[in-house]
């Protein structure tokens, strides 16, 4: 076995020394970790394992040994009743081979994979964020709907659990969904400190279920004080080359072999062979899309064939042979790798590419001793970038095996800079295999025609549907006025946050506000009217200028649908346009109406189409569209719908599209549906919405008597010829100015998230707009003020007093304000008067 010492030392060292970094734990750790750096605004040291095949070749045979067991131990812990029941999820990229091993050893369970490939046709099973990794965004598509759907235990395994985050909102996303009554998290190493251990204790009582940890080994990394700065000044040292360490040293990187090969300027010297290997057809090439126990038994049967393959290929005096696996396809290149190690005299390692830069050192103290680097050869979702092949220059590799699937066997892969020929340079003989990407047919396929024609209603208008007048605004929503679907407040607090429920299967009790709240409205649309014009014309020239000269306005509802109104008057009043304007529906999770974006395609050019909303907190919605907009498109939808997102306010700096960046009061967001045209927020549930029906929402006829939604709108548009100049002048420095997203909003909620022990980005709303909402439909905790907020903050503070809701003034604040969700919401916590209770 190859592990994380070797000749005395240990491949943590160079890390450890210069950092002041510690492993404790069980004596197996150093033997199967070391540490390398990366560039992350998180943890500059990275824990390489030398027994998941992922940076560090190794035998094939301790990589799968190291999975059985793992899988092997968790079927001793099922019982073999539970065991037949389970299902096994593996997390992309670096635990999808793990995960299958597990599955391996749990002997008859189901396999499944997140991935960050999306795959047209294939519908979304669920997601989630991987908040501390480079590349976050999960998918899950199963091939058969029901595989999550079932009471069994669900095990989830990744190569690593450090903090536990990942795993713990894996399981909130997917309890919401498919609620079940056993959790297994499943990890090489368990790296957590003692407070993050008792959050699994804590989390699994909250969603009233049982959820085991099984690992290899347990240790945690003790870190002094201002690593993290101190671990970015040394990987920006190395990767600009200076190379001085901080006690004078010189960089470790090696004159015979380069630890960085990216520049191509090596000569290609290896001889290339491509192997057919007669994959069986309709064989899964991995579980992105599930694999079952028969898929298991098919791929057992036909190993020995295709390696046969493979050893006809591999010189008969080769020493030493690295099968290369891809990303996320893991699993098949190591079974063909631990197959092969039994048919060729060679020693056989294995390893794949992946996309997650790591500083590379050629020192025997380093675990990243050598990187290649190549380009993404799989048109990958997140657009071009480069990826990685670890330790295999320098390797002494007298054959390397590449084995990717169909969809990355592209001009790329072959290209002078690609993969093969990078590989080609430090090693005599690339062998090529391509697994067929597979792709499931899709569900009831055969039974559907060629193409679905498009029944749907036209969109509702006022004064029939929303107070608004019938051609400032159409909903594309069907009305669900006569439903019942209110719940009080702490009992959906508690339905969300256990995992019972989705916030769009019911709605929260209408706030109805005091005399003293009203006139908190009045007097901030009187001081903000202005400055809300003037944001109204400079996002709407804005989008006039850049994204089409006569724009189709979607709003999304119910927040972005005044701003959408808004933008028509304006460019009505100052280019004689009249816009059509729609409002749809976008949930969290579940992304937006597909339905509805197929009639807008069926009636507009998608790329006129250009969606609007109010204000951007940490930018989820932002992500969500995009992602959404990806989906349908993958599925067959219309082409040309642009995700960027136009808005009145971007205090999180996320989107190119906005009227200002200040966090400032809009007036529209310290009410609900009686600044909203009459309307609820959306509802999508199951037995109200069906897969040919818009989403719905209510129109609220009997608020009539308090509704200032037109006195909203008509305050800021009797502002509008005042700002104009104004207008015109901020448009052009905005459009000549540097204008690419920070996401500097979202990094403040990651980092507030943790210093106030919550752990979940969903629970934490930024900017005025979203803690209004947090205070009007939600169990707030705690709000967050910035020190010195003085008008904007009244109608919050006012609101925060009714409410029992402390208000802490912070001085380092990006956004006026901050609303905390109460992070362990039961009925428990709140009073007999149905306040908050502080904590």
């Known amino acids: 076995m190859r592990n994380a010492v070797n000749n005395g030392v240990w491949s943590g060292t160079w890390v450890a020394e210069r950092l002041g970094l510690e492993l404790v734990g069980d004596d197996a750790l150093p033997q199967m970790l070391g540490l390398a750096l990366r560039r992350n605004p998180k943890r500059a040291h990275l824990l390489v394992s030398h027994v998941l095949g992922k940076h560090v070749p190794q035998s094939p045979a301790v990589v799968h040994g190291h999975g059985l067991a793992l899988g092997r131990r968790v079927r001793e812990l ?151 700065e101190k671990g970015q000044a040394l990987v920006a040292r190395h990767e600009t080359g200076t190379g001085t360490a901080a006690n004078g040293e010189r960089s470790a990187v090696s004159e015979a072999h380069p630890a960085d090969d990216r520049t191509g300027q090596t000569r290609a010297r290896g001889h290339l062979a491509r192997v057919d290997l007669h994959w069986p057809r309709g064989l899964p090439d991995g579980g992105r899309h599930g694999f079952t126990p028969a898929h298991r038994e098919r791929l057992e049967a036909a190993l020995p064939a295709m390696t046969a393959r493979l050893a006809e290929a591999i010189p008969g005096d080769a020493r030493s042979v690295l099968v290369l696996g891809f990303e996320e396809l893991m699993y098949t290149p190591l079974r063909l790798a631990r197959e092969l190690a039994e048919a060729v005299p060679a020693e056989v390692r294995y390893s794949t590419t992946t996309r997650s830069p790591v500083l590379a050192v050629d020192d025997p103290g380093y675990a990243i001793r050598s990187r290649i680097v190549f380009p993404a050869h799989d048109e990958p979702a997140d657009g071009p970038g480069e990826r990685y092949a670890y330790n295999v220059a320098g390797g002494g590799f007298d054959a390397v095996v590449a084995v990717v699937d169909s969809v990355a066997d592209t001009p790329p892969l072959h290209a002078p800079d690609g993969l093969l020929s990078r590989l080609a340079a430090h090693t005599p003989h690339v062998v090529l295999a391509v697994v067929p990407s597979y792709v499931p047919e899709p569900l009831y396929a055969a039974a559907l025609p060629e193409k679905r024609p498009l029944m749907l209603p036209e969109p509702l208008r006022g004064p029939a549907f929303s107070s608004y007048a019938p051609e400032e605004v159409g909903w594309l929503l069907q009305d669900l006025s006569d439903v019942t679907l209110e719940a009080p407040t702490e009992e959906r607090e508690e339905a969300i946050q256990s995992g019972g429920a989705h916030y769009a299967e019911s709605l929260p009790v209408e706030y109805q506000p005091s005399e003293h709240y009203q006139e908190l409205f009045h007097a901030a649309l009187e001081t903000s009217a202005a400055r809300i014009a003037q944001a109204v014309g400079v996002v709407t020239e804005t989008v006039i200028a850049e994204r089409s000269p006569r724009p189709v306005l979607v709003s999304l509802a119910r927040a972005g649908t005044p701003v959408g109104v808004l933008m028509r008057r304006w460019a009505q009043f100052r280019h004689g346009l009249d816009l059509p304007h729609y409002a749809v529906s976008i949930v969290r999770g579940r992304g937006i109406d597909a339905n509805a974006l197929r009639w807008l395609a069926a009636h507009h050019d998608p790329r006129d189409v250009v969606f609007v909303d109010g204000w951007t907190g940490k930018g989820a919605i932002t992500r969500e569209l995009a992602a959404a907009i990806e989906e349908f498109e993958a599925g067959g939808g219309a082409a040309g719908f642009d995700p960027e997102i136009a808005v009145l306010a971007d205090p999180g700096s996320c989107v190119r599209t906005y009227g200002t960046r200040e966090d400032f009061l809009i007036p529209s967001a310290c009410l609900n549906s009686t600044v909203s045209g009459l309307i609820s927020r959306t509802v999508l549930r199951a037995d109200l919405v069906g897969p040919d029906d818009f989403h719905g929402a209510k129109f609220y006829r009997e608020l009539a008597g308090v509704d200032v939604s037109t006195d909203f709108l008509d305050a800021v548009a009797a502002r509008f010829p005042e700002v104009a100049d104004a207008v015109g002048g901020a448009v052009k420095e905005l459009l000549a100015g540097d204008r690419t997203p920070s996401w500097e909003g979202w990094a403040a909620v990651e980092r507030i998230s943790e210093e106030y022990g919550i752990h979940d980005v969903n629970l934490v709303k930024p900017g005025v707009g979203e803690t209004t909402r947090v205070l009007l439909r939600r169990v707030p905790w705690k709000i967050l003020a910035r020190a010195g907020a003085g008008a904007d903050l009244d109608h919050v503070r006012l609101l925060a007093g009714q409410r029992g809701v402390p208000v802490e003034e912070v001085g380092d604040l990006p956004y006026t304000c901050v609303g905390l969700i109460h992070p362990q919401f039961t009925r428990g916590a709140t009073g007999a008067d149905g306040k908050a209770v502080t904590v």
């Open 78 to 228: 099922l019982g073999p009743e539970e065991a037949a029941k389970a299902v096994v999820l593996g997390y992309a990229e670096t635990a999808t081979g793990l995960g299958h091993c597990v599955a391996d050893g749990v002997g008859v369970a189901a396999y499944l994979h997140s991935t960050r490939r999306p795959v047209p046709g294939v519908a979304t099973a669920g997601g989630f964020e991987e908040s501390h990794s480079h590349a976050t965004s999960h998918l899950l598509l199963p091939e058969d709907p029901t595989l999550l759907v079932g009471d069994g235990p669900l095990v989830l395994v990744d190569d690593e659990f450090s903090t536990g985050n990942t795993v713990l909102n894996t399981i909130r996303d997917l309890h919401g969904r498919y609620p079940r009554d056993r959790y297994v998290v499943v990890a090489l190493v368990d790296m957590r400190s003692a407070a993050d251990a008792g959050r699994l204790d804590d989390f699994a009582r909250e969603i009233g279920a049982r959820v085991d940890l099984v690992a290899t080994a347990s240790g945690t990394v003790r870190l002094p004080e201002g690593v993290l």
